[in-house]
DNA sequence: GTCTATATCTCGAAC
DNA sequence: GTTCGAGGTATAGAC
């Protein structure tokens, strides 16, 4: 790896160093008081400020403050980088077409600016996603509803793909909707758009189960599943814990 | 505002810098190759690569690849940073509680360090926003159609609060949902909680109009709202298209 | 390219 | 604290 620093760089030596960094699709950081304006699918205006500007060789560009975690400006990969002196201040500006965007960042000062080569060829491994959670309900069927037979993932219906869709015990149809986390109205409106059509789709007067599966629901969200007639099933990613399931309905003979 | 860098450190001063860094709630930087490791809400491991590290005096931790717009690994606002060394090895964690959340990075080498006092007072101006679309049609219902009259933002029903309510022109109930950009099935899903929430408030045969609002639907949106007996019209944040096509003739009758 | 849904989403506001 | 919805969401996968 390969760092080069420039420390409170007149402009002419920092536009040297950031073309450089363009050629060798390097990433540069530049620490200054700049402000930021940005227009595309919106417009913004940020006054002047010390920020930390980040331009990858992909073509992304952060702009972040000493707060939050979400950057204040930004361009998305695929942009062009350029810079330039005007009035002996730094311009860098960020450009980028369908949709077009562009962001323009003007330097009154420059603290610290860097080149940096990164050598980074691993991959992140993730665990407790909603994959997971699926490759749990297919590998033991069961931990869903004693007798639940999982038939496809994905399956088409005219509102979109379904989780899981299976039969149950009884042969009934049935769609899994899988949510990683403890899941809000958003969810129970998927589900029954899901539900919904594939009623409409198998054109019977057959009734299609939905279940919702998630650590844990919201109560209004609770409230729609049982206006809807939806069910609700409580497991997580994690193969640790074990799987407690409850219907809705059967709420309080259970408790 | 003050720079501290360091090229090519030691652990040792590294550390040293860290915690001043930790006790004068400044922004530190770090860039060298190192392996991290996420528990928390889910569990991830990244081997060894070079990456840049950000520590925001908020409790904020970002680590940074040389591609994408998303960190690879982070930790949001209000987490306490640690750092020591083991073994030569400068290790830093990121903690934070509700949920217990920790990240550990390990770095094999350091290429720089830097501690930043960053100055920011400025806030980000934004236009194009859901709320401009909110006030471009409060100024003017007739945008949205001839003879609506909003009469509540934020109403309340049993499935949460309506973006605009109001009566059209034959005094029927009217759901209005806001979307700056084109819209999927969520948004037609949205609406139609809202509808049958409010259909069942009033608790009445009478219809509620729900008619959703947005740049532009998707094929399988507009279908849901067939089905569902919902509107659209097509409306952006922006005042400057619409009011010069839609507003014209009547601003040159008032004046 | 467009569409659809997930995400360790983040963030703010309301309760 | 939880809940809910917006976001210049970003990102991946499918078509």
Not at 81 to 98: N, Q
Not at 217 to 239: C, D, I, K, M, N
Request: aromatic share 4%; glycine share 6%.
């Amino acid at each position: 790896m390969t760092v080069s620093t420039l420390t409170a760089p007149e402009s002419e030596d920092a536009l040297d160093l950031l073309e450089t960094g363009f050629k060798q699709s390097g990433m540069l950081t530049l620490v200054g008081r700049c402000e930021v304006d940005y227009e595309g699918r919106a417009t913004s205006h940020l006054p002047p400020g010390d920020r930390l500007v980040i331009l990858k060789s992909d073509g992304t560009l952060l702009v972040h403050r000493d707060e939050q975690r979400t950057p204040v400006n930004w361009q998305p990969p695929g942009c062009t980088h350029t810079a330039c002196l005007d009035d002996d201040r730094l311009i860098v500006e960020s450009t980028r077409t369908t949709p077009h965007e562009e962001v323009t960042i003007t330097f009154d000062t420059l603290d610290q600016v860097s080149l940096v080569e990164l050598d980074d060829a691993s991959d992140l491994s993730l665990e407790g996603s909603e994959e997971d959670l699926r490759q749990r309900i297919l590998a033991d069927p069961d931990v869903l509803e004693a007798g639940f037979q999982p038939q496809m993932t994905e399956r088409e219906t005219a509102a979109g793909a379904v989780d899981i869709y299976g039969k149950d015990a009884d042969d009934t149809p049935t769609i899994v909707e899988l949510k990683r986390r403890r899941v809000g109205p958003d969810a129970a409106g998927q589900l029954n758009r899901y539900v919904d059509a594939l009623e409409r789709d198998l054109s019977a007067e057959r009734t299609v189960r939905g279940i919702l599966v998630a650590p844990s629901v919201t109560q209004r969200a609770e409230e729609l599943l049982t206006t809807e007639g939806l069910e609700f099933v409580s497991l997580s990613p994690e193969t640790a814990d074990s799987a407690h399931s409850t219907r809705l309905t059967d709420f309080e003979t259970d408790r």
